[in-house]
C-alpha cells in the first residue's frame, strides 16, 4: 500500500523570549492510506504541533512532508488551498471550533460555498447529506452551536471537514471533551465513515484505550520526539522504550482482579525550551547512561515496530 | 467499624431560577463508613457534584436549593448546625478537592501561605505552628519545602493539584470529598497523585467520597460504587458487585461503551447507550432511562421504580434487576 502521508525529518521550533522551543524534533513517520494512525503522548510532548505541521496550518522549521507521494512542504496561494480540500482537520473542542453566531447550515456549506465548485441548489443538497452521514436531524439545520449538546457539535465538527471529501484528516482529540456513551457514537461514526470512503486519519489522543480501538498503528511520543512506532494491538502486548512502559503501565484499568504493576515516573515533564541533545526522556528515565544524551536513532526491533533508545536491546534481553 | 461515620437520606436538591427548575438531585440516599472510600460515577450534569456540596453545606442558595432530606455525619445532622459551627466542620473534619486546580488556587497568594491559612483558621491562629504545618505537608505531598514561597503560576497542573491535595489534608480531615481530582491532568501524573491519595488516605484512616466518571480510577480507588444518573443513584454495591455483576442497563451501556483494553474480545464496534442524557427540567415519568433503556416495558413508563436488593449491600433501581 502505498503511503498516504510520508513525514521525514520534521522539526517545528517556536522562538520564545527564554529561548527556542523544541516542539517537534526529528519526527519520521508514514501512514498508509485508508488506515489510522494514532498519535499518543501528554500534553505539551507536541502532538497537535505534529498534526498542525502536517496539515500546513504552520511551516515547517525542517523536514519534508509527501501527500500522496507528493511533496507538499511549503505550498502557498491556490496550491495549499488545494491541498486543504484533501486534507482536513477536526479540532478537540467542539465548543470552540464553531461559530456560534453561524447555523448548522451555514456552518457546513461555508466550505462548500468557498470551494466555488458547487451550484447553489447543490450545496443545500450536500449540506443536506452531509447532515444525514454524520446523523443531525435534519430539524437542526437552523440551530446554533449554543443549542446543542457536546456530541452533536462534535458531529458538526465533523461534517463541515468531510464536506470537501478530503482524503486524509488530521483529528486532534475529538472526543477528549465528550462523555464515554457519546464518545463511543462519535467512534463509531468516524470509523463508519473511514471505511465508506476510504479515509485516512492521523488521530491524537492521550486517552489510551481510545486509541488502542481506532487505530491500526501507533506512535508515542514524549518532549517533540517519536519514542516508539507500533502496529497498535502488539504496542499494547510489547513495549520496549522505558517511556512506553511506564504510559502504558499508569493506565487505570477497569479490571479489577488483574492489577498491573505500575511504573511510577520521577519528577514532571522537563521544559522543551533549549533542550539538551538525545533522548529527553533520560532526565527522568531510570536506564539513562551517558550514550543516552547523543542523537537517538529509530531502530526497527520486530517488523513495523520502531524504537528509538540506545539501550533497547540491555533493556529487553528477549529481542536479543 | 461499623459505625454510622456519614449517612445521607433522601436528598433532593433543585436549582430554581425565573426559567426552569432543574431538577439535580433527586432522592440520594447512601451511607459511607469509616476508612473507605465511595466511587460516585456518572457522566456530566447527573448531579455528582451537587451531592458532594450539599453534603458540605456550599450550594449557592440561590439558586440552589436543598429540598429535602439529611445529612448525617459523625452523628450529626448538618443540616441543623449552626452556619458558624458549619465553619469548623469545613475544612478541619470535611474537606473537598475541586476539579480544577488551576481555578481552585489564589493565584496572588505563595501556595505555603494557602496552606498555612487553612491550618491556622482551625489551630486558633498560631501562625507559626501553621508554617510549620504547611512545610510538613508539602513535603507529604512530595513539594520541596523552598517551593512554600512560590506563586501558583509557577507550579505545573499536577503540583497545583499536589498543593490543593495538601491543603484539603492539612487537618487531618475524617472525610475527604474529591471531585474529578485527576481528571484535568495526564496519566503519568494521575498515577503519581492517585498513588499520594491513596497513602495519606490509609495512614489517617480517611474516608472518601471520589466523584469521578473514570471507570479505571473507580476500579483502583474504591471500596463502594454508587452509579448515578439523572440526579439519582440507579444502582449500588461494593467494587465486586458493581463490576462483576453490573445490573441496572445504564450500568451496563456504561461499561459497553468503553473501548476494551483486552486481546481477546472483538472490540471492532463500540455499543453506544442510545439517546442522550435527559433535560433536568423536564425529567422522564416513571424511570428516568427508560426512554434510552433497550430493556424498557409499559411499567417503567409510569409510576416509582422500585429499588431491589440483589445481594447484601448491592441494590439496583430497575423493575427488571436481576432479570437483564
Given at each position: 500500500m502505498a503511503p498516504m502521508i510520508e513525514v521525514r525529518d520534521l522539526k517545528k521550533y517556536f522562538k520564545s523570549p527564554r529561548g527556542t522551543v523544541h516542539a517537534v524534533d526529528d519526527v519520521t513517520l508514514h501512514i498508509d492510506k485508508g488506515t489510522t494512525m494514532g498519535i499518543v503522548g501528554e500534553s505539551g510532548c507536541g502532538k497537535s504541533t505534529l498534526g498542525r505541521t502536517i496539515i500546513q496550518m504552520i511551516q515547517p522549521t525542517e523536514g519534508k512532508i509527501f501527500f500522496d507521494g507528493k511533496d507538499v512542504t511549503g505550498l502557498k496561494g491556490r496550491e495549499l488551498r488545494e491541498f486543504h480540500s484533501r486534507a482536513q482537520f477536526i479540532f478537540q473542542d467542539p465548543y470552540s471550533s464553531l461559530n456560534p453566531r453561524y447555523t448548522v447550515e451555514q456552518t457546513i456549506s461555508e466550505p462548500l460555498i468557498n470551494s466555488g465548485r458547487y451550484s447553489r441548489r447543490d450545496i443545500d443538497k450536500k449540506t443536506t447529506e452531509l447532515m444525514d452521514m454524520v446523523g443531525v436531524a435534519q430539524r437542526l439545520r437552523l440551530s446554533y452551536p449554543h443549542e446543542m449538546d457536546g456530541g452533536r457539535r462534535q458531529r458538526v465538527v465533523i461534517a463541515r471537514a468531510l464536506a470537501l471529501d478530503p482524503e486524509f484528516v488530521v483529528c486532534d482529540e475529538p472526543v477528549s471533551a465528550l462523555d464515554v456513551s457519546i464518545q463511543a457514537q462519535v467512534l463509531n461514526l468516524l470509523q463508519d465513515l473511514q471505511k465508506d470512503k476510504n479515509l485516512t486519519y492521523m488521530f491524537i489522543t492521550h486517552d489510551m484505550s481510545v486509541v488502542r480501538h481506532i487505530s491500526n498503528d501507533i506512535s508515542v511520543m514524549y518532549l517533540g520526539q517519536l519514542v516508539e512506532t507500533s502496529p497498535s494491538k502488539e504496542l499494547f502486548r510489547k513495549h520496549y522504550h522505558p517511556y512506553t512502559k511506564a504510559l502504558l503501565s499508569a493506565i487505570p484499568s477497569t479490571d479489577i482482579h488483574h492489577k498491573m504493576n505500575r511504573i511510577l515516573l520521577k519528577g514532571e515533564i522537563t521544559s522543551p525550551i533549549n533542550p539538551k541533545p538525545g533522548c529527553r526522556f533520560a532526565a527522568r528515565c531510570d536506564y539513562a547512561t551517558e550514550k543516552c544524551h547523543e542523537p537517538q536513532k529509530l531502530e526497527e526491533v520486530a517488523p513495523n515496530h520502531f524504537v528509538s533508545c540506545c539501550r533497547v536491546h540491555e533493556i529487553n534481553p528477549e529481542l536479543n | 467499624m461499623s459505625e454510622k461515620f456519614l449517612s445521607v437520606k433522601d436528598l433532593n436538591d433543585h436549582y430554581i431560577t425565573s426559567e426552569a427548575d432543574v431538577w439535580a438531585v433527586n432522592g440520594v440516599s447512601f451511607d459511607l463508613e469509616r476508612g473507605k472510600t465511595l466511587g460516585l460515577v456518572g457522566e456530566t450534569g447527573a448531579g455528582k457534584t451537587t451531592i458532594a456540596r450539599s453534603i458540605l453545606k456550599i450550594l449557592p442558595n440561590p439558586p440552589a436549593k436543598v429540598l429535602g432530606g439529611s445529612v448525617e455525619f459523625e452523628g450529626k445532622s448538618i443540616y441543623e448546625v449552626s452556619e458558624a459551627e458549619m465553619q469548623k466542620i469545613r475544612g478541619d473534619k470535611i474537606t473537598m478537592i475541586f476539579q480544577d486546580p488551576m481555578t481552585a488556587l489564589?493565584?496572588?497568594?505563595t501556595v505555603g501561605e494557602q496552606i498555612a491559612e487553612v491550618v491556622a483558621l482551625h489551630n486558633g491562629g498560631n501562625k507559626e505552628d501553621a508554617k510549620n504545618r504547611a512545610v510538613e505537608m508539602l513535603e507529604t505531598v512530595g513539594i520541596p519545602a523552598e517551593r512554600y514561597v512560590e506563586y501558583p503560576h509557577q507550579f505545573s497542573g499536577g503540583m497545583k493539584q499536589r498543593v490543593v491535595i495538601a491543603i484539603a489534608l492539612a487537618c487531618n480531615p475524617d472525610l475527604l470529598l474529591a471531585d474529578?481530582?485527576?481528571?484535568?491532568?495526564d496519566v503519568t501524573i494521575q498515577a503519581q497523585v492517585l498513588d499520594l491519595m491513596r497513602e495519606l488516605n490509609r495512614k489517617n484512616d480517611t474516608s472518601m467520597i471520589l466523584i469521578t466518571h473514570d471507570l479505571g480510577v473507580v476500579a483502583e480507588m474504591c471500596d463502594d460504587v454508587a452509579i448515578v444518573y439523572a440526579g439519582q443513584i440507579i444502582e449500588k454495591g461494593s467494587l465486586e458487585q458493581i463490576f462483576d455483576h453490573p445490573s441496572h442497563p445504564y450500568t451496563n451501556g456504561l461499561f459497553g461503551a468503553l473501548p476494551s483494553m483486552k486481546d481477546d474480545e472483538d472490540d471492532d464496534r463500540l455499543h453506544p447507550i442510545a439517546g442522550m442524557p435527559p433535560d433536568p427540567t423536564n425529567l422522564p415519568t416513571g424511570c428516568y432511562f427508560h426512554p434510552r433503556c433497550p430493556y424498557a416495558t409499559e411499567e417503567c413508563k409510569n409510576g416509582p421504580v422500585p429499588v431491589k436488593e440483589?445481594?447484601?449491600?448491592h441494590t439496583c433501581m430497575c423493575h427488571k434487576a436481576g432479570e437483564v
Open positions: - | 489564589n493565584p496572588v497568594m474529578e481530582p485527576t481528571t484535568a491532568l440483589l445481594a447484601p449491600g
